[in-house]
Structure formats: C-alpha cells, structure tokens
C-alpha cells in the first residue's frame, strides 16, 4: 500500500479526478476543498500584496501558495514535513519567486512573517495554544494569521474509528479556537462560513473517486483508494448535516 506521504504517486493517481471535480477555474492544485476564489478572498482580507512576507504552513504540494505568490507579488516561504510534496511544489513553482523548507511545524522557520497561512490543516494539530503560539511569535506587529477551520466538537470514538488517520482530525468549536487566538495575542478581523462550498467540493471529489476507484487502486493500493473514498463519505455527511462546519478567517497580532 502507498502511504498518503509518499506523495507523487497519489498526486498522479488524483490529478484526473481533482481536476475534474472542482468547478470550472477553482482547481489550482489544492489537496483539500478550498475554491480558488476563496484563497484570493483569503489573501485580500489577509492584506496580501506586492512584497508582504507570507509564511505558508502545511503548503504541501502548494497549490494555494503558489496561485497567491504568482497573483500577488508576495515573497512567500513555504513549509511542510514532506519531502516529496515540496519537491512537487518546487517543481510547478518553475520561475516563481518561491522558497520552500522541510520541516515538522511547530516551530515555525525562523524570521518574522507579515502572514502566516495555514489552509486546511488546522484539523491536523491536536495542541492548537502550541501552534498558535508559535504562529504568534512568527509574526510582525500588527501581523495577520489567516486560516481555514473545521469546527465542531471532537470526534466521538464511533467517528474516530471509521475515519482513517483520525489522529489527524481535531475540529474546534469556534468559542474555543476564538479563546485559543485571544490567548495567543490574535484578534479575529474576518471571518466568513464556507461549509456549504466545501460540501459541494467534497461531494464532487467523492463522486470523482468513486468513478476513478478501481484506477487510484491500480496505483496507491486498493485500501488507501477505498479509505480515500469512505474519507470523503464522511466529510459529504459531516458537512452536510453541520457536524462539521468550515471557516475562513483573519485574525491581527494585537
Ligand atoms: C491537507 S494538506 C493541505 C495542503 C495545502 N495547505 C492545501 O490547502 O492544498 C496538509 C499538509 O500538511 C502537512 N502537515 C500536516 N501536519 C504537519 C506538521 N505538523 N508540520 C508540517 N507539515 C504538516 C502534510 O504533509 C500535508 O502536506
């Protein structure tokens, strides 16, 4: 079986379905159900533009990154724990005024950042005050830290047991994510809800892998393809039902 790390042969087993799925123009090589129109909203509220020192955690192959960087004019620095993700993303960054550094997030790269980014992947940190602190730390005076959030209580042992990889899945309520900012210095500035957008994207991508399953089998392994599938299952229902909302928001280094 092909592990989700191993990054090029799941990326080359999921571009197909991926770019199929997304709506028209809204596929820029994300690995997770942000629009492309919800990154450029993200950056634009975030302040980002010509020459504003952008951190982007958890960038993976950096999809989102790397439409931000080339959109903006920003400098940007990338970071991920996989190796093979960002020899993806130095790859398709080809000219772009893009860096990119391996490692295990928290700590953050050393320097000071006027935003930090973090898509999709707040869900993956089980001690969010940790990160956030060192998200603080990262930051200028008057920095932003702009993310996307999961939220909802956490996962009862009935969910954690049919979600693979569920030691990556740690929704927050959102008094509690609001406390974990203040706590760390950060003011929310902005904040939308995209749950229903996302429902659509997981609903399009799960559709996509059902049709593609026997061939993603073919090259990751037929139980990372069917755990692929049963993933988006669950994230069609929660999202659907609002056991899991989504959010983007801004928050300003007081
Ligand atoms: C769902 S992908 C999101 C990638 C990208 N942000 C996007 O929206 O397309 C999550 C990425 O986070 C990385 N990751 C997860 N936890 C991490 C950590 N603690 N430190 C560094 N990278 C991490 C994974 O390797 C993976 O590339």
């Not at 609903?203 to 090259?219: D, P, S, T, V």
């Not at 929660?238 to 007081?254: Q, S």
Request: glycine share 12%; net charge negative.
């Amino acid at each position: 079986m092909v592990g989700q790390d191993e990054r090029a042969p799941f990326a080359g087993a999921l571009e197909r379905a991926r770019s199929a799925a997304y709506p028209a123009g809204q596929y820029v090589g994300q690995e997770s159900f942000v629009l492309a129109d919800e990154v450029r909203r993200l950056a634009g509220s975030a302040g980002i533009g010509p020459g504003t020192a952008v951190l982007d955690l958890c960038c993976g192959v950096a999809g989102p990154g790397r439409l931000i960087a080339a959109e903006t004019g920003c400098g940007y620095l990338g970071v991920d724990r996989s190796a093979a993700a960002l020899r993806i993303a130095r790859r398709l960054a080809g000219d772009l005024p893009c860096r990119f550094v391996q490692g295990d997030v928290p700590p953050l790269p050393d320097g000071r950042f006027d935003v930090v980014l973090l898509l999709e992947t707040l869900l993956a940190f089980p001690d969010k005050a940790a990160l956030l602190h060192a998200v603080a730390g990262a930051l200028a005076p008057g920095g932003r830290f702009a993310c996307t959030v999961e939220e909802g209580r956490p996962l009862d042992a009935v969910e954690r047991r049919r979600m693979a990889d569920a030691d990556t899945v740690w929704p927050v309520e959102l008094p509690r994510l609001a406390a974990l900012l203040d706590a760390a210095g950060l003011a929310v500035t902005w904040q939308e809800e995209c749950t229903a957008a996302h429902h659509g994207t997981a609903a399009a991508l799960l559709g996509a892998y059902r049709a593609e399953e026997a061939g993603i089998a073919a090259r990751v392994g037929p139980r990372a393809a069917a755990e692929l599938v049963a993933a988006h299952e669950l994230w069609v229902t929660w999202l659907g039902t609002g056991r899991v909302r989504k959010f983007a928001l801004v928050a300003e280094k007081r």
